[in-house]
């Protein structure tokens, strides 16, 4: 496969029609990689890396289906379906089944976060939030250059 110059891995890959799974990517916001669900395995690197982000560059050697990659996105998935009220996402709830994520791998209290509507411009339920940061990403230079939301606490 011949990548384009400035393309990251994540744009090869959709090129190519390899499914990856992303939560945090957008294609008009810098990537965020708060997710890690896009990892791939890049040759001789000891750590999986965000094909969000990284560039892709000649000789480059990837796995997108290989054990440690599948099991890293799995995980993902897993936390998230075990924290948060995922009702009402259909597509976070696909990408998790076809990863075979077990919604019940991590059990534990469920943290109510609350559903905000003190502000006329948006309302905030964090009961649905996963910390993708694409609303911090879309209020910040990307987009409405306000830097209205920023993340606390994490």
């Known amino acids: 496969v011949t990548a384009r110059e400035g393309e990251t891995i994540l744009q090869v890959l959709r090129r190519e ?8 990517f957008h294609d008009n916001l810098t990537p965020a990689k ?3 669900a896009c990892v ?3 040759k001789n690197s000891r750590a999986l890396v965000a094909s969000c982000e990284r560039k892709a560059e000649a000789g480059m050697e990837i796995q997108t289906e290989s054990e440690r990659v599948q099991n890293a996105r799995r995980g993902v998935f897993e936390l998230l379906l075990s ?4 009702d009402t996402a259909p597509s976070l709830l696909a ?4 990863l075979g994520a077990d919604p019940d791998h991590y059990k534990g209290q469920r943290y109510e976060h609350g559903f905000h509507d ?3 411009l948006y309302v905030r339920d964090y009961d649905k939030c996963i910390l993708c940061y694409r609303c ?11 830097f209205a939301l920023t993340v606390a606490g994490r």
């Open 40 to 42: 791939v395995e890049l």
């Open 83 to 86: 924290q948060n009220n995922t």
């Open 34 to 36: 708060a997710c890690r």
């Open 118 to 120: 003190d502000n006329q």
């Open 95 to 98: 990408q998790a089944k076809s």
């Open 136 to 146: 911090v990403e879309a209020c910040g230079v990307d987009a409405q250059n306000t």
């Open 17 to 24: 029609k390899v499914e990856t799974p992303t939560l945090c």
